[in-house]
């Protein structure tokens, strides 16, 4: 077993990170403290100084010292019974979890008008100085234990919306990351090989996406492209991406439909009831133009050349893979001229959203898609344009995530 050693330098790094960070989290707990403090002699002085005003009192200041006072003791009486009795109070269900809350706070409230009248009337000089706290001592301290009650469960909801705020910023900043790693595991967006090019796009709907696509290139020279949709969003749809990803350089060598079938019986052992990923693949030999492609699920492909736009289709059974092991892909081969296009898409271009939910749909897609074959961008400026065009139709707002990957023959 090997044994890691910090240097000097090291340690030394390591020491001041963690003093940093302890004094980081020691003035965020003053901070709290602090504005807890500070709301409770607030609360205090304010019933103080209504008091004098009610009993048209002159001596104001003494409302104000004595109301800060006890407002300071009940916050310090509820703080002690909180660092003695939370833990086990944690451990209590919701609903008994909430009743001791509330009779924690009605008893610091209680002790806590009883100790600051003590207080108070020691700062003052001793003797009743006070007019706020003169009646019968029961009414009051149970008023004061009545608004302590109130104050406790204000604080309680801020630290409930405190721990939730912290909760969805720290799930946020795991799902950035998710994101970033997604994305550094994805291919460039731009791939130029020995007589072809391919550009690619890949937007999620989300943090994550489900979307993805790959580019392989193999011995013989050729160049297999993917794009595929995982079911569902967010981590779980990119954590089965990414094992997808990862395995198909090892099983690509083989034809299209191979890789289809030997993918798919990986999947159905592995996925769970409505995961399944569509993907349609093609493996392009640059000497020749000849493409070879497979479908499973997915919208089919286009060829875009200057003579028009040519629908890839598929025949036999498409079903996603991981549904079931038995199907056997049937593949078909295509020849690209040089200087013709091949286009794969994910399902979320043809069915965004243009208007009262109905879909941009596939008919569109083709329009849209032979009205820029002419255009003389090529490869990310062309994708670009596609999927500007789609956007000025559907919205700024992505329902689905949107791939598209497009593979060029070099022209001649």
Not at 57 to 69: E, N, P, R, T
Not at 209 to 236: C, T
Not at 308 to 317: L, S
Request: aromatic share 8%; charged share 20%.
């Amino acid at each position: 077993m090997t044994s890691w050693k910090l240097s000097g330098e090291q340690r030394v790094g390591r020491a001041v990170y963690d003093n940093c960070m302890e004094r980081a989290a020691f003035l965020k707990i003053c901070r709290v403290e602090l504005r807890q403090i500070l709301f409770s002699v607030v609360i205090g002085v304010s019933i103080g100084l209504v008091l004098a005003v009610s009993q048209s009192a002159h001596d104001l200041l003494q409302y104000a010292i004595g109301g800060a006072v006890v407002g300071f003791s009940i916050y310090g009486i509820i703080s002690l019974l909180s660092l003695s009795f939370d833990r086990f109070i944690e451990l209590l269900p919701e609903r008994y979890r909430v009743l001791c809350e509330g009779t924690k706070y009605l008893i610091g409230g209680a002790l806590g008008y009883f100790v600051g009248v003590i207080l108070a009337n020691a700062l003052l000089g001793g003797g009743v100085r006070i007019p706020m706290i003169r009646g019968p001592l029961r009414t009051i301290m149970l008023v004061s234990a009545a608004i302590a009650l109130v104050v406790g469960f204000v604080f309680r909801s801020f630290k409930v919306l405190h721990e939730r705020l912290r909760t969805r910023e720290w799930a946020e900043r795991e799902l950035e990351i998710a994101r970033s790693i997604q994305t550094r595991l994805l291919p460039p967006t731009e791939v130029d090989g020995d007589g072809f090019s391919v550009a690619a796009r890949n937007l999620p709907a989300h943090y994550v996406a489900g979307d993805f696509y790959d580019i392989v290139r193999l011995d013989d020279g050729s160049v297999m492209v993917v794009v595929a949709d995982v079911a569902g969003k967010g981590v779980a749809a990119s954590l089965i991406m990414s094992s997808v990803k990862a395995v198909l350089p090892f099983i690509a060598r083989g034809g299209v439909g191979e890789m289809m079938q030997t993918l798919n019986r990986k999947l159905v052992q592995e996925l769970g009831d409505r995961e399944f990923v569509a993907l349609v693949c093609a493996r392009f030999h640059p000497a020749t133009g000849a493409v070879e492609v497979a479908n499973a699920g997915c919208p089919d492909p286009y060829i875009v050349n200057g003579h028009g736009v040519e629908i890839v289709h598929c025949d036999g059974i498409r079903l996603p893979l991981g549904i079931r092991s038995d199907v056997d892909y049937s593949t078909t081969t295509r020849r690209l001229d040089p200087g013709s296009r091949l286009l794969l898409l994910s399902d979320g271009i043809p069915e965004a959203s243009i208007a009262e939910g109905q879909p941009l749909g596939y008919e569109a897609l083709q329009q849209i898609v032979d009205a820029l074959r002419s255009v003389p961008d090529r490869g990310s400026a062309w994708i670009d344009r596609l999927l500007q065009e789609v956007r000025r139709r559907a919205g700024s707002t992505l329902t689905d995530d949107w791939t598209a990957l497009l593979l060029e023959r070099a022209a001649a």
